[in-house]
């Protein structure tokens, strides 16, 4: 693929780049928009290249998503440098750790809008609810920056941000199935399906166009004998079903009207082992969630616009155990709504491309079981950003300022640069301030949740402070056609951590209420490299690396769930001209868990192989099939100690077939 430069921001090409990537939505007015799918839009809301967006970006394309069974982002993203994918429960769940720093802070954004269910959940027990909120079949391409965003996004972008681009209508008519199945060649259960299919065209050519896409799961629950408990489940049962839909009227040739809306159904259900005292319990979580958005974009002389309104309702019903046995027997019922309106203006002042924009958001929170009565919360924010030149020198600064109902207002800066020493080599770097303020679960006294094997209560602490963080990072990138290398050095440094208190039985440290503190100090420090090389038109390498050193800087102790080291590389072959395979192997190095009866402890590295094939029977149809940790793999001790299991080596067959 050819480097797009984005050198002086300058000439009416790259301004109707500019918009095109800032008003997504006019996408449509184009069946075939090959020049966005090669940009970057969510470091700065304009378009780059990846060599020259300020920031550091990867990029997951549909093609790549379409190699592998890809059942959320986690697994989408689990390959990119910088990229950590945690066991966040017991039973199989997943998160999405940036640079060490834990999945809190990674802002998840669908084209832009911010997705969050984190108050809903009533249980320490993890959370990919979010993760699995998307329809992988309606998503065009992932677009991840590591590193600081709040200049622009606002709070939980202290470690990147997630931004997931939705396929977007044409004129032209297309439509396609798919379907893949997993099973796992040890241990009971664990077969996966996943059906999905997609409908896109004119409802009126040229005026009025559209999309639905439908999605359904279902994957049973695993056993496995690495469990403490042989009848409990090392993944759980899943069922989920997905529609999302989009309408873009197109006014004229300057504005698109664009409305969507998605609807999901998530249940889950796991027998979870806390402890001798309970033996197997029932774990049942029932997620329905939708959402509307409406966006009016236009592309003016010289500059553009944006306004949108979304609204996002989650409503669970919790049959957890930590809900029921341990906490009266009662079901939860929690729902959070989200409100959101925003508006934006990108345009030319002389050489310098100015973004301004606006945002008010409301999260509106009840609970059966908990809090006094249903809470609101109001946050608002504006900001601006500049880009412009300076000879060789692409500088981008921006600052926004937040205004939170409870914790106040904060104002976070970023300033970042990008020297092009060639038109295919570039030194990058930059520094950004970023903040997070506590969630509802943390901070409201009168919410709290049963923990410690349903033995202790954590408890929201009213004097908790939000978190604020500065970073820094400086790398260089080349990119030609055959060849991409980099190297970034990134650190950053949090003041007041949230953290929840912990169980330390081997301290004699175990309290019947708890709650959540703040730490002074913390910092992670590391490095990434990362690689790739068209060895000749049918084989590609890639490889990257992440060194990532994390710790409590009070007390000199690393921070939990985040390994010093992990490596991927990558081999992409077209063994035929219909027949393509790719074999990806993982590096997680040796990390800190927190076990209940043994405290702190380190956990082992541990490795995984990969690998999948796709044959296109013909230009329609195209079937797939591979396998996952080929050596099966098993993680060691310490980990099973708390459940923590690998997946055993997986088998996939599917197929695709699009017109």
Request: glycine residues 8%.
């Amino acid at each position: 693929m050819p480097i797009v430069r984005n050198r002086g921001i300058s000439g009416p090409r790259h301004l109707s780049l500019t918009i095109l990537a800032s008003l997504l939505p006019i996408a449509a007015l184009a069946d075939e928009p090959l020049a966005l799918q090669q940009q970057v839009i969510t470091a700065t809301q304009t378009a780059h290249s990846e060599l020259s967006a300020p920031a550091s970006v990867s990029v997951v394309t549909r093609e790549e998503l379409e190699k592998m069974p890809v059942y959320n982002l986690a697994d989408a993203v689990k390959y990119l440098p910088g990229v950590h994918i945690n066991p966040s429960s017991t039973y199989g769940r997943k998160e999405i750790r940036l640079r060490g720093l834990d999945s809190d802070y990674t802002l998840l954004l669908v084209n832009g809008r911010r997705i969050n269910s984190r108050d809903v959940l009533s249980s320490e027990y993890a959370n990919d609810f979010d993760l699995s909120s998307i329809p992988m079949a309606a998503i065009e391409r992932i677009e991840v920056i590591r590193g600081p965003m709040s200049s622009l996004y606002g709070a939980d972008a202290i470690g990147g941000v997630v931004n997931v681009i939705l396929r977007q209508p044409s004129n032209s008519t297309r439509a396609g199935i798919a379907y893949s199945y997993e099973s796992p060649t040890e241990g009971d259960g664990g077969d996966s399906h996943k059906t999905s299919a997609y409908l896109s065209g004119a409802l009126l050519e040229n005026k009025l166009l559209g999309n639905l896409i439908v999605e359904g799961t279902d994957q049973a629950a695993w056993r496995s004998e690495q469990t403490i408990s042989p009848n409990a489940d090392a993944a759980e049962h899943r069922q989920s079903a997905s529609v999302y839909g989009s309408l873009s009227w197109l006014i004229d040739e300057r504005q698109a009207l664009d409305f969507d809306f998605t609807h999901r159904e998530d249940d889950r259900v796991a027998n979870w082992y806390p402890s001798l005292a309970f033996g197997v319990v029932k774990n049942n979580q029932e997620m329905e969630r939708a959402s509307v958005g409406l966006a009016h974009s236009g592309n003016w002389d010289g500059f553009n616009t944006r306004l949108r309104y979304y609204y996002e309702d989650i409503e669970l019903t919790d049959g957890s155990a930590l809900m029921t046995q341990f906490n009266g027997g009662l079901r939860g019922e929690a729902e959070q709504k989200n409100h959101t309106i925003d508006g934006q203006i990108s345009g030319f002042v002389a050489s310098n491309l100015i973004t301004l924009g606006a945002e008010r958001r409301r999260t509106e929170f009840n609970h059966n079981q908990n809090l006094g009565a249903e809470t609101n919360v109001d946050q608002s924010a504006l900001y601006v950003q500049d880009e412009f030149s300076l000879g060789n020198l692409d500088v981008t600064l921006g600052g926004r300022w937040d205004h939170h109902e409870i914790f106040g207002s904060e104002f976070s800066p970023r300033a970042y640069g990008v020297y092009n020493l060639t038109d295919n080599w570039v030194i990058k770097g930059g520094v950004g301030k970023s903040f997070k303020a506590p969630a509802i679960y943390q901070s409201d006294e009168t919410y709290s949740i049963a923990a410690c094997q349903g033995r202790c209560r954590v408890r929201g602490n009213a004097d908790l402070k939000a978190e604020t963080a500065i970073s820094y990072e400086l790398g260089t990138l080349y990119q030609n056609e055959r060849l991409e290398a980099g190297i970034t050095l990134f650190q950053t440094e949090i003041d007041d951590m949230i953290a929840s208190d912990r169980w330390n039985p081997p301290a004699g440290y175990m309290p019947r209420v708890m709650t959540y503190y703040n730490i002074s100090k913390a910092r992670v420090q590391g490095y990434e490299l990362q690689g790739r090389y068209m060895v000749s038109d049918v084989i590609g390498l890639r490889a990257n690396y992440t060194f990532s050193d994390a710790e409590d800087r009070a007390t000199d102790m690393p921070l939990t769930n985040a390994p010093q080291h992990v490596g991927n590389i990558g081999v992409d072959w077209q063994a035929l001209p219909k027949l393509a395979m790719n074999f990806d192997y993982q590096y997680t190095g040796s990390q800190w868990l927190s076990t209940p009866l043994s405290g702190t402890q380190e956990t082992g590295a541990f490795h995984t192989l990969n690998f999948g094939s796709k044959y296109q029977v013909t230009k329609e149809l195209a079937l797939n099939a591979g396998m996952n940790n080929l050596t099966n793999e098993k993680r060691d001790e310490v980990a099973q100690s708390i459940d923590n299991i690998l997946m055993g080596r997986t088998l996939f067959v599917g197929f695709s077939y699009d017109i």
